[in-house]
């Protein structure tokens, strides 16, 4: 493993929103180290060192994702398997984690734009659960904050979410995936084709734009 991806928007309106939990399980993994996040305009995003791991938030709003990771990697000729991305996802609840070595974009439009710009599905992800929304309010759901009863459970996995990237990066997905993945198995690990249209019409056309999905 050489580069952890955490998926989010940029800018103060979106901090501790739902989109944002690949944002926060690296911010709280740099804290933890003592390490900290530089900008760095050519990749379009924050950098960060940890031992011989690089850590990047790409800037580029959600959709354009890939153009930042894909410039990164590229640059170093780190192939997609050396790559984890972690990123939320509404079908798992809110305290559950699941690692995919590999996969579609599930409707998600940041895992979309990093399939795109890598011209591969075959990256390792870690999906943090943020729990479903009610029908029709999928953008509202996870461009809010969590509600105050799940803020204890959220810090929670934030401190597991950070060990589980931990240990995938040192003994790979598989064996991280057979300790992390079993915590609120959900009913169903697939949004409706409803909720995949919903996300799929709602997206960041471009950075000038102030609703990141």
Known sequence: MKLIIGLGNPGKEYEGTRHNIGFEVLDQWVREAGAEFEKERKWEGEVAKIGA?????PTTFMNHSGR???????????????????Y????????????????????HNGIKSLIQHFGSKDFPRLK??????????LVGHVLGTF????????QNTLARAVQAVQ??????????ANKFNVKNKPKEEHPSDDE???????CVE????????
């Open 53 to 57: 791991l690089t850590l990047l938030k």
């Open 68 to 86: 930042s990771a894909a410039s990164l990697a590229r640059f170093y000729r780190w192939t997609p398997q050396e790559i984890l991305v972690v």
């Open 88 to 107: 939320d996802d509404v079908a798992l609840p809110v305290g559950t984690l699941r690692f995919r070595a590999s996969g579609g974009d599930g409707g």
């Open 128 to 137: 943090v659960g943020v729990g479903s929304a009610a029908p029709g309010k």
């Open 147 to 154: 509600a105050p009863n799940e803020r204890d459970e959220v």
């Open 167 to 176: 240990l995938a990066a040192s003994v790979g997905v598989t064996s991280a």
């Open 196 to 202: 995949q249209e919903i996300r799929r019409s709602n």
């Open 206 to 213: 471009h950075e000038g734009e102030r609703q990141g999905h």
